[in-house]
């Protein structure tokens, strides 16, 4: 079953953190929620390279690679370990490859693009520390809902599960239908 929809929980929550970068989809989950694990590199894989060959345990890995788009930290290779893992998905301040297979594969992946060329292996990095963009801190933990229309964080404490959507759906009904006319 798919997560509740991240618009849905913002207007069921108002303390969940948005994601107000404009990051692209790949694989075949367009929906996926997990516990956050984080990694901080800059156009380096080996650190995620480590750590997806891990069960997931449906987390979702949260990659800040400085936003750089000249080499990519993440591609076919890894997605298929990242699956059969048990990975939910990541999501990458950086740049992915091999976006055709990878969206083939039964995983759920956010980037801010693509680019051929890989990223170096040279451990730089480091793992489960809070990483900030797109005006999210994504602290190791807490609950990470994606969908088509974008990536939130959920407080502490709380997963998609806890939180009353059905208010919030009401409310829109009725602001969508009791709109005056002009």
Not at 44 to 55: E, H, K, N, S, T
Not at 90 to 102: K, Q
Not at 140 to 162: K, N, Q, S
Request: glycine fraction near 14%; aromatic fraction near 4%.
């Amino acid at each position: 079953m798919a997560p509740p929809k991240t618009s849905d929980l913002c207007d069921a929550c108002d303390t969940a953190q948005v994601c107000t970068l404009a990051l692209r989809g790949y694989g075949l989950r367009r929906a996926f929620a997990g516990s956050i694990r984080t990694i901080r590199c800059f156009e380096d894989i080996a650190l995620m390279r480590d750590l997806l060959g891990q069960p997931g345990h449906g987390q979702v890995l949260v990659i800040d690679g400085g936003g750089s788009l000249a080499h990519a930290l993440f591609g076919d290779i890894m997605a298929e370990k990242a699956s059969r893992n048990g990975w939910a998905g990541l999501v990458i301040h950086g740049a992915i490859r091999d976006c055709v297979e990878i969206d083939t594969i039964d995983i759920g992946v956010k980037a801010l693009g693509t680019v051929p060329r890989r990223g170096g292996r040279g451990n730089g990095g480091e793992v489960d520390v809070p990483v900030s963009f797109g005006g999210v801190t994504f602290t190791p933990g807490l609950r990470l809902v994606a969908d088509a229309d974008g990536v939130i964080v959920l407080p502490p404490g709380l997963t998609e599960a806890d939180i009353d959507t059905a208010d919030a759906l009401a409310a829109t009904a009725a602001y969508t239908t009791d709109a005056p006319r002009t």
